[in-house]
Structures are given as structure tokens and as C-alpha cells.
């Protein structure tokens, strides 16, 4: 048996539907600061309590000996503290990735040293990266709108690429590129092999330095901290960038022709 409904009845309820208040959404989440908040604390302090002293070449030279010693009788030990350590100094962005870049090279040699580095660099830069798309990225996006997300697209589109002529090339700030990845949107994935990847040729130049520090403070010379702008160096870096950039190229051209 059918029950009459009232017509009135039908009409403000289907408006009522129809009328729906979006569900309400999430406030801003202070938890999510708190990833930026460890991170730029930890810059703090280390300038308060003058730490920065000890992260510079004179202090490499004024323990030389003690540093080859602890190495020679706690190899592994070691390993693992100059890993932690300089995965620190990239998460906090602290200056002083060159310095320790020698060190590793003159402690443990250019292979050993160079991959310990880079181990721990990519460490420190996917911190900082898992940071500021947490505490940054969604925020971001909410206000900058089309532009960023045009923007976005674009980076996207190349951005194993984008990724490798940043890394390869030291146009920016280390620090810089491992935060705006993070604000456009690209995959983890993609952010740890493209930093790994295009790290590795410079960190191994400064790691051949290291190497070959004790042999040059024997002889009262400091080494070249530019190294990386000589040419013979940065030509072949610009060259490899240049490599990374034709699937652009090619993605570029493809797009055109297909317009036309």
C-alpha cells in the first residue's frame, strides 16, 4: 500500500538536497609545522651554541691526525658518523657541505668517501624535501592557484630532468633546490633518484681533493674550493646537464609538431 507524500514536503526536502553546505574542511594542522619547526631549530642552535667553528677547513687541518686515528681503529663507527652528521648538516641547511665533502674524501678516500656522501646527502635532502611538502606544499598551492598549478604541470612534466640540471649545475643554493621539488609536487620517487643521480659527479670531484688534502698541506697548500667552476670540471657537468635535457627537447618538438 502506497503512502501519499505531501508535495510540499517533496519540494523543500529535494532543496534542501540539492542546497547542500560543502562538508566543512580541514583547518591548518600545527603538526604539520612541526617537521619545519625541528628543522629550523636545529639551524638555530647550531649558530647559538657557536658550532660553526668547528665546521671549517683549519679545524679539518688541526685534527688531521686524531681524525685518521679514530678512522684506523673504529672504521665502521666512523662510517656511521660521518653519514649521520652530514645528513644533519643538509637537513638543517647548514653551510658547510664542501668542507665536509673533503673531509670524507680525506678520511676515507675518493670512492669510499664519495659514496658515503652521497648516501648521506640524499638522506639530508629527502628530510628537508618531506618537510616543507607537509608543512608548505598544500598552502602553497591553496593560494598561489592557476599559476602554481600551471607551473607545477610543467616541472611535472620534466621534472627527473629539471631535477638532474639542478643538481648537476650549481646555478642555486643547495638548500633551495631541495625545497621547491617539494612545493610543485613531485614524487618522492622521483625527487630521491633525480637527487642521488645528479649529485654524485660533483661529489666525487670534491672527494678526489679530499684525497689528495694530506699531500697538499704537506706542502703548505690549501686546496681549490672553486674546483667545481674550472672548466675542465663544469664543461663536462654542463654537458651531462645538457643530456638530461633532451627528453624535454624531444617532449617539446613533439608537442609542436603535433599542434601543427
Known sequence: MSVMRDPVEETE???????????????FSVKRLIPVGILLAGLGGFFALGLDRYLSFQTLV???????MQVAENQALTFLAYIVIYALVVAFSIPGGTIMTLAGGFLFGTWIGGSLTVLAATLGSTAVFLAARSALGGALRARAGGYLERMEKGFQ???????????????????????????????????VIGTLAGIIPGTFVYASVGAGLGSLLDRGETPDFGI?????????????AALALLPVGYRYLKNRNAKA
Open 62 to 68: 688541526d685534527n688531521r691526525d686524531w681524525l685518521q
Open 157 to 191: 612534466e620534466n621534472a627527473l630532468s629539471y631535477l638532474l640540471v639542478l643538481r648537476l649545475v650549481p646555478i642555486f643554493p643547495f638548500w633551495l633546490v631541495n625545497i621547491v621539488p617539494a612545493l610543485l609536487g613531485v614524487p618522492l620517487r622521483i625527487y
Open 228 to 240: 667545481i667552476f674550472d672548466p675542465q670540471v663544469l664543461l663536462p657537468l654542463l654537458a651531462l
Open 13 to 27: 526536502k529535494q532543496a534542501e538536497e540539492v542546497h547542500l553546505p560543502p562538508a566543512p574542511q580541514r583547518g
